[in-house]
């Protein structure tokens, strides 16, 4: 038991989260709030020093097309946060968090938040999948005369799909703006020429 701090109680994580130390499976996937409630107002009420909450990301994770931005919300406004990008354990010797965390490489995110006259938080951590702005997930295919290919990419971004027979000049053919990924591209004229070449760019 651990006063102030139900992110390290073992009485009240055991009855909340579904973890490998929760009680056993009989009745456990409904929550008593009733008693939730009555376990947080025990824990809290010990004497001891109290934690800070863990901080809050935003986003807390996920798959993400050639970079993401992650904004990091502290407990109070006197809690300095602490991060790493590798998913080990922030100390006070870690990077401290300013203003948000812009990823263009795969990485696991981990925040802890520091206040004089607190226990630090837990820390928060979530892995971040990032690939490139654009990838072609099919080679393509015919029909009707039509060539489509399938794309991903992150929604509600602008995608101009360009056409070249030399690999020199290119032509603008469509602009899609999809609003889930993958999606589809496609040519409506591809058999107008005897070759054709594809790129698709993002537009700013």
């Not at 009240?12 to 107002?41: C, E, G, K």
């Not at 809290?44 to 994770?61: H, Q």
């Not at 006259?117 to 971040?128: D, H, I, P, R």
């Amino acid at each position: 038991m651990t006063p102030h701090d139900i992110w390290r109680s073992v009485l009240y994580q055991r009855a909340s989260v579904r973890t490998s130390i929760q009680m056993p499976p009989l009745a456990s996937n409904l929550v008593d709030t009733n008693a939730m409630a009555v376990f947080v107002a025990f824990i809290n009420g010990l004497t001891g020093t109290p934690a800070l909450a863990p901080p809050v990301l935003t986003p807390s994770g996920g798959t993400n097309y050639g970079s993401v931005h992650i904004n990091v919300q502290p407990p109070d406004t006197n809690a300095t946060v602490y991060y790493t990008l590798d998913g080990t354990l922030p100390t006070t010797g870690s990077l401290v968090y300013s203003n948000a965390i812009i990823l263009t490489n795969t990485a696991t995110v981990s925040a802890n938040a520091f206040e004089t006259g607190f226990n630090n938080s837990v820390a928060a951590s979530g892995l971040f999948t990032i690939l490139p702005p654009i990838m072609f997930t099919s080679s393509g295919s015919f029909s009707n005369g039509v060539f489509q290919f399938q794309l991903s990419g992150s929604p509600n971004q602008s995608y101009v799909l360009q056409s070249s027979t030399n690999l020199t000049q290119w032509f603008p053919i469509s602009t899609s703006t999809p609003s889930a990924s993958p999606f589809n591209l496609s040519d409506p004229n591809a058999t107008n020429f005897q070759k054709q070449f594809y790129r698709v760019l993002l537009q700013q």
